[in-house]
Every structure is written in structure tokens, then in C-alpha cells.
């Protein structure tokens, strides 16, 4: 105990290389933390995008590029499925719901899908949460509505009652604009942190009607254009859809209706779990968390060596020091226990002070990075891992004190209690 | 006279692959005694030192203290020993500057038990101990919870006596402990540590260069003298 407080006072004594070096082992414990943190939430965030559903349902293709156009609105589908295959499915007696999605067109960069009610009601995200307004309504019977998702409404600025155009195909500079069927927004949802706030959200009647007068991909000209309001007292079933998400009855089913979809006479379907695709996603984008991990490690090595070479540094002007411990009957294990114990104290207090950084740092951004990232960091105890990598690094800092400590050792067998100047 | 409390005999010293430094024949150091030892630099009075310390082991020959033969304990005991009954004075920044003057005074107390008994035995607390010792040095109250380094050279010097005494070791051993002090303060400060030896019991073993100093203490010698392997050549 004597020991440690000799060790702190010396230390008081070369506080401004004490403090720098405690600062730079706290920045490197903070930013380790945090790599972890954000890495832990970022899988958790990323494996809530969508929940509840059972299984998502698109053409034949792989079960990655499914998930990330009808979840993630990446990239397109390679073909439609029929309307028909769709209400074969969705009147399954195993079926409870299902949500048809028809994805094609863009506003201004965003994507635009086209669904039913159905979608508000039962698509989910987080644990469990469902899709929640922050104003308005859900679009209705009229095909010209559209709900926005938050971030287009944010980053557009735009309020209830706007018109908007929507534009065909999902290039954000598009040149085919479908502006002679403008939409009104009536309702704009609240932030989800998913890629439903980067979605406009339409009818399936919407977006029929706006290809209703389309013919081969071109929109018809003069006398066989339709207009908004003709287009309104038409049939607007639609044809064809992208994909749909299906909620089972029973959890038990799924690999049976997953085995019943994809064997499906009617047209070559594919069924994805999306648990079992996210999985599969995220071990894709794992390299570079695994990266970034082992990057912030290093740099608490770097932290540590800093450390070590600060006190080596200071072993020789400290020989006096060390012979007048001698002097007055320390024994060489005496100091180099003294050195151990001082490697243990900055260490210790990097790794406080690093924590502490840790929680203000999360304290502070964790409304901004909610908002724009959509990963929630909680401002909740250190976990076990966490503890695991603290603690190691207190041992490393310990095993890198030996180092100074074996050195102070032989000196002082050395030097015995003749003062060097 | 009484016994003595240091007793060298046939002393050797070298270190692996060279010349012998020392040879002392033999030495003794009376209970109580003060003796002044000139040890010009080359003389081996550092290595000397160092094998009182126990920090060395001589080559041959034996060095007891108090009538332990320090040749034959381990490092570790050798450690032991040496605090429990040598108190030290060197010849400047004998002092932990980053610990108060008390700290600074108790802290051979904190690695021996037996000068820590000592100290409360005569002065109730170390803490009291080794406000008396300094106030005895010369040293007021309101020093006690400065900075050892705040202090003048002659007042650091002052305190590594204190630290010296507390505990009543039987041997105080000085290394040049006055040259950093000019003239006058160089005998103030002797008759200081004369007195507080004298109160304590101990011996004193005095080295210096200066023979100015010599006849203030009971006995002198000359270390060339003594150590046969000292060679005029050696001195630098």
C-alpha cells in the first residue's frame, strides 16, 4: 500500500508526462469501446431492420439480392411475380397476412413502393415495433396518396398536402416523369431508423395507375393518354407485383410454406427467411467490422507502448530516486514493484477516463447518430465482453510494466545505493 | 573499550575480470564512535560503501556488523539488515523531492519494523519522532508539510539527517554529506549530527575529502591508507 502511494507521488511529480499518457491510453480505450459498441449495435440494428415477417417471397434469384431490394430497396428485381400467385399464397389457410410490394419507381432518389394497408399494419422492425405516423394518415381509396417515410420528408421538406411528382425507374436523375398523375402526401411516418424512412409509400391502385396508359415501357402519347382523374374509375388491379412478405399463423410452418412456395407450379418463386438473409448479409460486411475491431486494438497498443516508453524514459533520470529508495532499505523487488504498480496506475486510470469519455461521447451523439444512422447506442453498463477487454487491458498494461520493472531491477542490483548524477 | 560495531577483516574486493580495489587488512568502528574517513574519489570508497550496504558482497574476507557477518546472509536479508541498523546521509539530493519533509524523514520506517518500534519506543509515533528529530536539527514545525525540494541545500541536508537518525540505527554512515555546504554551515551542521548521534547511540562513519573536517571527530583515517589495493594512479 506504501508502495502504490510512493508509485502516485512520483508520478504527481512527472504529471505532465503522466497525463499525457494516461490521455492517450484513455483515448484508445474510448475509441476501442466505442468500435465495439457502435459494431454491436450496428449487427443488432442491422438484424432488426424487419421482424415478424416469416418469409419474403420474389422471383426466382438469389436470396441476398431478395432481401436487399424488397428490405433494404437495393438494387432491382430481376423479374415480377403475377398477381394471381400472389392471392394464391395470400389466401394459404397457414397464411395470416401478407404484404404485396411493388417496387420500380423513384422521387428524387428514393424509392418508391408501391403496397397495401396491410403494410402499415403488419410490416415490423426492432423488437416488434409496427410502422407508427408522425402526422396524417395512411394513404386510402383515392390511388393518388402517398405516406412518406421520414427522411424523405426531412430531407425534401415536405409537409402534408404537398404534390409531388413521382418519376419512373430508380435512377435519381430520371427523365421520364410521371407528372401528369401528381400524388398529395397524407401521412408521414415517424423514424424508424430503417429503410422505410427512405421510402415513399404509395398504393398498389397508385401505382398501377400510373403505368395504366404505359406501353412497352413508354408512356402513350396523345389520344391514348389516360388522365389522373380517368385513371381513377378504372380498374386498378394490378398485374404483377415485385415481391410480398408473408406472416405465418403458425412459426411451425415456415419451412413448409417456404418448401410450398419455392416448389410452386404457377411461376419459378423464391422464399427467404429473412433472419436466415440478414445473417448471411452481415458475415459479407463482417471483414470490415473485423477490421475496424482489430484496427482500434492496435491502437491500445499504441497506447500501451506509449506508456512503456514513457516510463523507460524516466528509469534513468529516476536512478537517484531509486537509490535513495535503496538507501533507506527497499529491496530491489521493492522497485520493481514500484514500477509494476505505476504501469498499473496510469494504465487504470487510462482505462476510467477512456470509459468515462466512452459514456459522455455516447451521452451526447446518441440523438444524432439515432437520427442519421439508425443505430441506437444505449447508454447501458459495459457488457461482459467489454469487461473481458478492459481487464485485458489492464493485464497487458501489466505485463508491459514488467518490462520497466525487470530494467529498474537490474539497475538497482547495479547501482546499488551510489547516487548517479 | 567497548565491543565493536563494524569489523572488517582481510577484505577483498574486485569486480569479475579486474584488479582488486580493495584490501583492508582490517577495521574497526567503536559503539558510539565518530571517525572521520578521507576518501578522495579513486580511493574505493564508493565500492566500500557499498559493501558496508550490503549491497556487495566482498570477494574474501568478512564484514560483520553488530556481530552478524554480513557475508553470509542473502541479498534480501542483507537489505534487511542494513535498514534496521544503518541510516544513510549522502552528499546532496539525498531527498525524495516529490514526497513532503516528513514523508521524506519517516521513510526508512516503512521498510523496517524495528526502527519503526524504535521511534514510538522513545518518541510516542514516527510521526512525532521525526518532528523532534528535525526541531533538534534546527528544522521548524511549519517545514514539516512542505516539499522536500522547497528546501535549501543545508536544510535538505538537515532532514536526510533526521531520516538518518529516526529509528536509532547504530550506524550512521555519511558520504560527503557537507560539501554542498560552505564553511560555516559545514561545522553548524556536524555539531548537529554530532549531538543527535550522540543522543541516539549511534556511530558515525564519516567520509570526506575534506581534512579540514578531521579533528572534530574522535579518530581519523585515511582510506589510501588503509586499502592496500589504492594505488596514487587511482585518484583522478
Known amino acids: ?421 | 573499550m567497548t565491543a565493536p560495531l563494524l569489523t572488517l577483516s582481510d577484505l577483498g574486493f574486485a569486480w569479475p575480470g579486474h584488479a582488486e580495489l580493495l584490501d583492508i587488512p582490517a577495521f574497526h568502528l567503536a559503539q558510539g564512535e565518530t571517525l572521520f574517513l578521507k576518501g578522495p574519489s579513486g580511493s574505493g570508497k564508493t565500492t566500500l560503501l557499498g559493501l558496508l550496504g550490503g549491497v556487495q558482497k566482498p570477494s574474501r574476507g568478512s564484514i560483520a556488523l553488530l556481530g552478524q557477518e554480513l557475508t553470509t546472509l542473502s541479498a534480501g536479508a542483507r537489505d534487511h539488515f542494513r535498514v534496521d541498523h544503518t541510516g544513510y546521509i549522502f552528499q546532496q539530493f539525498n531527498l525524495l523531492p516529490f514526497l513532503s519533509v516528513r514523508e521524506n524523514v519517516e521513510l526508512p520506517c516503512h521498510f523496517s519494523k524495528l526502527r519503526t518500534r524504535r521511534a514510538k519506543q522513545r518518541h510516542g509515533s514516527v510521526q512525532q519522532a521525526a518532528s523532534a528529530l528535525l526541531a533538534h536539527l534546527g528544522l521548524k514545525d511549519d517545514l514539516l508539510e512542505r516539499r522536500a525540494d522547497a528546501l535549501s541545500i543545508g536544510q535538505q541536508q538537515r532532514v536526510a539527517a533526521a531520516r538518518a537518525l529516526i529509528g536509532q540505527p547504530e550506524l550512521v554512515i555519511a558520504d560527503e554529506p557537507t560539501s554542498a555546504l560552505d564553511a560555516d554551515a559545514r561545522e553548524a551542521f556536524l555539531q548537529l549530527l554530532f549531538a543527535e548521534c550522540r543522543a541516539a547511540g549511534s556511530s558515525l562513519l564519516f567520509v570526506s575529502h575534506d581534512q579540514s573536517l578531521a579533528p572534530l571527530f574522535d579518530r581519523h583515517l585515511s582510506l589510501a591508507e588503509l586499502n592496500r589495493a589504492a594505488t596514487p594512479a587511482a585518484e583522478v
Open chain 1, 1 to 421: 500500500m506504501y508502495l502504490f502511494r510512493l508509485a502516485l507521488a512520483s508520478l504527481a511529480n512527472r504529471r505532465f508526462t503522466a497525463l499525457l499518457t494516461v490521455f492517450a491510453i484513455a483515448l484508445s480505450v474510448c475509441l476501442l469501446l466505442a468500435v465495439e459498441r457502435v459494431r454491436t449495435e450496428a449487427r443488432a440494428s442491422f438484424a432488426s431492420t424487419i421482424s415478424g415477417t416469416d418469409l419474403v417471397v420474389g422471383a426466382r434469384s438469389g436470396s441476398i439480392n431478395l432481401l436487399l431490394y424488397s428490405v433494404f430497396r437495393i438494387g432491382n428485381a430481376t423479374n415480377n411475380i403475377r398477381w394471381d400467385s400472389f392471392e394464391h399464397f395470400a389466401n394459404s389457410k397457414q397464411v395470416k397476412w401478407a404484404i404485396p410490394m411493388s417496387l420500380g419507381d423513384s422521387h428524387r432518389g428514393y424509392r418508391v413502393m408501391g403496397t397495401t394497408g396491410a403494410y402499415f399494419e403488419h410490416y415490423h422492425y426492432g423488437r416488434g415495433q409496427a410502422l407508427q405516423l408522425a402526422g396524417g394518415r395512411a394513404f386510402e381509396t383515392d390511388p393518388f396518396e402517398v405516406v412518406l417515410g421520414a427522411e424523405v420528408a426531412d430531407a425534401l421538406k415536405y409537409k402534408l398536402g404537398d404534390k409531388i411528382v413521382l418519376a419512373h425507374g430508380v435512377a435519381s436523375i430520371s427523365l421520364v416523369k410521371h407528372d401528369d398523375k401528381p400524388f398529395t402526401v397524407v401521412g408521414i411516418l415517424q423514424r424508424t431508423g430503417t429503410p422505410v424512412d427512405r421510402t415513399l409509400h404509395i398504393s398498389l391502385g397508385g401505382m398501377e395507375a400510373l403505368h395504366i396508359d404505359w406501353k412497352n415501357g413508354v408512356p402513350a402519347r396523345g389520344a391514348g393518354r389516360i388522365s389522373a382523374d380517368q385513371a381513377r374509375n378504372m380498374d386498378l388491379t394490378p398485374q404483377a407485383i415485385t415481391a410480398f412478405m408473408v406472416g405465418l399463423n403458425s412459426k411451425i410452418a415456415t419451412f413448409s410454406m417456404q418448401r410450398e412456395i419455392n416448389e410452386y407450379r404457377g411461376e419459378p418463386l423464391l422464399a427467404i427467411l429473412p433472419g436466415v438473409a440478414l445473417q448471411e448479409l452481415w458475415s459479407l460486411m463482417g471483414t470490415a467490422e473485423q477490421a475496424l475491431f482489430v484496427v482500434s486494438l492496435f491502437v491500445v497498443i499504441t497506447g500501451l507502448i506509449g506508456m512503456l516508453t514513457a516510463i523507460l524514459t524516466s528509469l534513468n533520470e529516476r536512478r537517484r530516486e531509486m537509490a535513495i529508495l535503496r538507501s533507506v532499505g527497499a529491496r530491489p523487488w521493492h522497485i520493481a514493484s514500484l514500477l509494476v504498480l505505476e504501469a498499473f496506475a496510469l494504465a487504470c486510470s487510462g482505462v476510467v477516463l477512456g470509459t468515462v469519455l466512452l459514456y459522455v461521447g455516447i451521452a451526447s451523439a446518441q440523438a444524432y447518430v439515432q437520427a442519421n444512422y439508425g443505430i441506437f447506442l444505449p447508454l447501458a453498463l459495459p457488457s461482459p465482453y467489454e469487461w473481458t477487454l478492459l481487464g485485458g487491458i489492464l493485464g497487458a498494461a501489466l505485463l508491459m510494466g514488467a518490462i520497466p520493472a525487470w530494467r529498474a531491477y537490474r539497475q538497482s542490483l547495479a547501482d546499488g545505493l551510489s547516487i548517479r548524477v
